[in-house]
C-alpha cells in the first residue's frame, strides 16, 4: 500500500494567517483527497485533486479559502487562509494505493 | 492524543468476545465499502473493503457483510483484544474513473474491556 507522509504534524497558528499542509506519496498516485475530521467526528472531503487539473471541490468548502497544488503524481498541498478560530481542525490527506485508500497521519491545527 | 470518538457512539466488549459494528450507508449508487480503524492521534488505517457486487468479505478476525438491499454494512470482529480499542468508520466510494470520492459514515467507537 502507499505510503503518506503529511506535515506538519501540528501547528497552533494566529488568525488571519494561512498554513499550508504537505503530503508525499511513496509512489504515483492519480488522485489525491483533502479531508477535515473536527475532534470527536468523522471526516468530511473538502476536496479532490487530480494531478494536471484543478481540484474539485465539495460544497461549502471554495478553493479561495483552501486552495490545493498537485503539482506531481506524488505530492499535494492544501492551504488554510486566512484562519479563524472555526478552522481549528484535523486536517488529513489521502490517495488510492494498494489496499483502499492510504491516509496521511493528520495536521491537527489550533487557531488563537 | 486527540479527542477522536468524543462524540461518537460507543460499543464496550469484553476481550474475548467478538464485535459486531453496524453502519448505514446513503446512496445505493456506491460501489465500493471500506472499514477504517482510527486510533487516536493518527489518521485512518484499512481494515478491509468489498465491492458491491459481494456480501461477505472475510479477513483476518474480520468479516464484513453487506445488505444493498437496506444499505447496511457491518464490521465483525472475531476474538476482540485491547489493541482493537478504536474508532471505526465506515466508507463509501462513489464515481468512476477520472473523478471519485470516498465519504465516511459518523463512526463508532469501540472500548475492549479487559
Known amino acids: 500500500s502507499a505510503v503518506i507522509s503529511q506535515k506538519p504534524s501540528r501547528d497552533i497558528c494566529q488568525r488571519g494567517t494561512s498554513l499550508t499542509i504537505q503530503c508525499q506519496v511513496d509512489?504515483?498516485?492519480?488522485?489525491m483527497f483533502w479531508y477535515r475530521q473536527q475532534p470527536g467526528q468523522s471526516l468530511t472531503l473538502i476536496a479532490t485533486?487530480?494531478?494536471?487539473?484543478?481540484?474539485?471541490?465539495e460544497s461549502g468548502f471554495v478553493i479561495d479559502k483552501f486552495p490545493i497544488s498537485r503539482p506531481n503524481l506524488t505530492f499535494s498541498t492544501l492551504t488554510v487562509s486566512n484562519m479563524s478560530p472555526e478552522d481549528s481542525s484535523i486536517y488529513l490527506c489521502?490517495?488510492?494505493?494498494?489496499?483502499?485508500?492510504?491516509f496521511g497521519s493528520g495536521t491537527r491545527l489550533t487557531v488563537v | 492524543g486527540e479527542n477522536v470518538g468524543l462524540h461518537l457512539p460507543t460499543l464496550s466488549v469484553q476481550e474475548g468476545d467478538n464485535s459486531i459494528i453496524n453502519c448505514a450507508y446513503s446512496n445505493s449508487a456506491s460501489d465500493y465499502f471500506i472499514w477504517y480503524k482510527q486510533e487516536s492521534g493518527k489518521g485512518p488505517q484499512f481494515i478491509i473493503d468489498i465491492r458491491s457486487n459481494m456480501d461477505k468479505r472475510q479477513g483476518q478476525r474480520v468479516t464484513v457483510l453487506l445488505n444493498k438491499t437496506v444499505k447496511h454494512l457491518s464490521l465483525q470482529i472475531a476474538a476482540t483484544q485491547p489493541g482493537d480499542s478504536a474508532v471505526y468508520f465506515c466508507a463509501e466510494n462513489m464515481g468512476s474513473g477520472g473523478y471519485q470520492k470516498v465519504t465516511f459514515g459518523t463512526g463508532t467507537k469501540l472500548q475492549v474491556i479487559p
Open positions: 489521502s490517495a488510492r494505493g494498494g489496499e483502499g485508500y492510504t
Open positions: 509512489s504515483q498516485v492519480t488522485m
Open positions: 485533486a487530480n494531478q494536471g487539473s484543478e481540484a474539485t471541490y
